[in-house]
C-alpha cells in the first residue's frame, strides 16, 4: 500500500477524508495553539523591551508577524512551526539589521528567560548550533498543555523593509535593489519579506492548503526520519513546489483532484534536475538591477525555485532533491497512485514558457512563447513559417553586459540559462556568406551577413544601411587592430561569428 493507505478504487474521495481526519488542525489544539501565540505576541509588544535601552535607544516593536506553518494557514495536525518575525525600530536598514541583530538576538533571550513563567507555557531555548555564521533567529520550545509535543518557536527580528506596503501591489523596486545591493548572503533578509511570503500561500484555496499538507506530511513522515543528517529541501520550497504544478496543472481551478495533484507533485519531484521556476508578483523585469540580478539566478544549477518574495533565496540550492526524487519514485509505484487514464494527468513543464521576441532587419518584431526544454530548431519551423526564408536561417542574443552568442538548433533555451523575456535576432545568409556581429559603444551588438571577400568598407555601408553611423563617422577595430576599408575579412582573419568593435570617429 501507498504512504497514505489508500485502497486503489476510491483514491480521490479517501485522500480528501483523509486529510480531513488527519492532518487538518484539530479545533481544541487550534485554539490552544493561537492562546500561547496571542501570550508570546503580548510578551514582545509590552514587556520585552520595556524600560531598557538597546543599542542606546529606546526600542519600539512596529509589529510582530506571525511566519511558517501557522501563519501560511497551512498547519499539520499537532504539528506546527511558528516563525516570529520582529520589526523593530531600532533597524532603519538592512545594514543595521546585519551589525545589531546578534546583540538583539541576546537580549531578547535573557528577558525571555526571565520573564517566560507569566506565560503560562513551559518554555524551553533551543541551543544554538556551532556555527560561523551571525546567528539569524532565537529559537526555543512551547509545551503546549493539551498535547505532548511541543511546538518550535523561532524569533526573528528584522528591519522593517515594506513598511506600510499594501499586500495587493507591489513593493517599489528601490526595495530590492537595496536588498541586491546590500551584498548580503542569499536569504539573508528573507525575514522582512515574511508577510509576502505568508499572503502568497495563505491567499490559495482550502484545497490547495490541503495539498500542501498532504506533500508536506509525506516529506515529514517519510523522509525525515530515513535521512536525519541529509540538507533535504525546507518546507517552503515544497510549498512553492506544488502552487506552481497547480497553477500549470488547473489553471489555478480549485475544482480538482487531490490525488492528481499529488501524483503531478511527486513527478515533477522526480524531474527535480530541470526545474527553474520564479514568480513575477512581488518583483519583475523592468527595474534593470533587479533585472539582470534574477536573469543570473536562473542560471545557476537547476533546481531553481525562487522565492517569490525574496529574489535572492533560491531555495531549490544546496539541498538534497535526489533523495526527494528517490522517495517519489516509490510512492508513485504503489498501486492507488497509478494513472488509468493518462488524459487526466497533470501536464507539469518543469520551467514555464518562455517569451520569446524575434526580430529581423526590415520586419516587424513577432513575438511568441517557447517551452524552454524544446529544441531551438523547432523554433526555427515556426519563425520559418511567419516569415520565409529560403538561405540558412541564424538566430542569436545577447544579455546585457554579455557577448551575442548564437542559438544552436540541437539546444534548447534552457541549455543557454534562458528562463525568462529574451530579444532573439534572425539573420538569413546564403553560403559562403559568414555572420559578424558589430558591437556599439554601448555593448549592444548585431548581427550582419557578409562575404568574407568582401571589404571593410562593404561592411560599413552595410552598417550605414540597417540606421547606423554614416560610413565616414565610423571606425572598426578587430583583436585591438583598426581595420583598413580597402582590406577584405578573410585577409583579416574575421570569421563567422567575430565580433567586431564599432566606435564614432572623433
Known amino acids: 500500500m501507498a504512504f497514505f493507505e489508500v485502497p486503489s478504487y476510491t483514491p480521490a474521495d479517501t485522500l480528501s477524508v483523509f486529510v480531513e481526519q488527519n492532518l487538518q488542525p484539530d479545533p ?24 531598557e535601552l538597546v543599542l542606546d535607544q529606546e526600542v519600539r516593536v512596529l509589529k510582530v508577524v506571525k511566519g511558517g506553518s501557522s501563519g501560511k494557514g497551512t498547519t499539520l495536525n499537532y504539528s506546527s512551526d511558528v516563525d516570529l518575525v520582529l520589526f523593530l525600530s531600532c533597524f532603519s536598514s538592512f545594514q543595521d539589521q546585519a551589525d545589531h541583530r546578534e546583540f538583539v538576538i541576546n ?13 503560562a507555557y513551559s518554555i524551553t531555548m533551543v541551543p544554538r548550533k556551532e556555527t560561523t555564521r551571525v546567528p539569524r533567529s532565537l529559537s526555543f520550545q512551547v509545551q503546549l498543555r493539551k498535547n505532548s509535543k511541543a511546538i518550535g518557536v523561532d524569533v526573528l527580528p528584522a528591519y522593517d523593509a515594506l513598511k506600510n506596503f499594501c499586500r495587493d501591489s507591489k513593493p517599489s523596486p528601490e526595495i530590492y535593489e537595496d536588498l541586491i545591493t546590500s551584498g548580503a548572503p542569499p536569504g539573508e533578509f528573507s525575514p522582512s519579506f515574511t508577510e509576502l511570503q505568508r499572503h502568497f500561500v495563505k491567499s490559495r484555496p ?5 495539498l500542501l499538507r498532504m506533500v508536506k506530511y509525506w516529506h515529514q513522515q517519510k523522509l525525515k526520519p530515513k535521512y536525519r543528517n541529509a540538507a533535504l529541501p525546507p518546507k517552503y520550497a515544497l510549498e512553492l513546489l506544488t502552487i506552481y504544478a497547480w497553477e500549470i496543472g488547473t489553471n489555478q481551478s480549485d475544482n480538482f483532484s487531490l490525488d492528481e495533484g499529488y501524483r503531478a507533485v511527486m513527478e515533477l519531484l522526480i524531474n527535480y534536475q530541470n526545474i527553474c521556476i520564479y514568480w513575477t508578483k512581488y518583483y519583475d523585469f523592468q527595474n534593470e538591477t533587479v533585472r539582470m540580478y534574477v536573469k543570473q539566478r536562473l542560471k545557476e544549477r537547476r533546481p531553481v525555485i525562487l522565492d517569490p518574495a525574496d529574489p535572492t533565496n533560491n531555495l531549490g540550492s544546496k539541498k538534497r532533491w535526489d533523495l526527494e526524487a528517490r522517495e517519489a519514485v516509490r510512492e508513485l509505484e504503489q498501486a492507488c497512485f497509478r494513472t488509468e487514464d493518462p488524459n487526466q494527468a497533470w501536464y507539469i513543464q518543469p520551467a514555464r514558457d518562455v517569451q520569446v521576441t524575434v526580430k529581423k532587419a526590415g520586419e516587424e518584431a513577432w513575438t511568441f512563447s517557447v517551452n524552454p526544454y524544446s529544441p ?3 523554433m526555427k519551423i515556426e519563425i520559418r513559417r511567419i516569415w520565409g526564408f529560403d538561405g540558412q536561417q541564424r538566430l542569436s542574443f545577447q544579455e546585457p553586459g554579455g557577448e551575442r552568442q548564437m542559438l544552436s538548433s540541437r539546444k534548447t533555451l534552457a541549455d543557454y540559462g534562458i528562463f525568462s523575456k529574451v530579444n532573439i535576432r534572425v539573420l538569413e545568409t546564403f553560403p559562403p556568406e559568414i555572420q559578424v556581429f558589430v558591437k556599439d559603444s554601448k555593448g549592444h551588438s548585431k548581427p550582419y551577413a557578409i562575404h568574407p571577400e568582401d571589404s571593410i568598407r562593404d561592411l560599413k555601408e552595410k552598417i550605414e544601411e540597417a540606421g547606423g553611423l554614416s560610413v565616414v563617422d565610423q571606425i572598426l577595430k578587430f583583436q585591438s587592430r583598426t581595420l583598413r576599408n580597402h582590406r577584405s575579412l578573410s ?10 568593435l564599432l566606435m564614432r570617429r572623433t
Do not use: G, P
Request: proline share 0%; net charge positive; hydrophobic share 35%.
Open 28 to 51: 481544541d489544539w487550534k485554539e490552544e495553539l493561537k492562546d500561547a501565540w496571542q501570550r508570546i505576541e503580548r510578551f514582545f509588544r509590552e514587556r520585552c523591551f520595556r524600560d
Open 107 to 119: 537580549f531578547i533571550k535573557k528577558r525571555l528567560t526571565k520573564y517566560s513563567r507569566s506565560l
Open 206 to 210: 482550502v484545497k490547495l492548503k490541503n
Open 376 to 378: 531551438i530548431w523547432k
Open 491 to 500: 585577409d583579416l582573419q574575421i570569421k563567422d561569428c567575430d565580433t567586431i
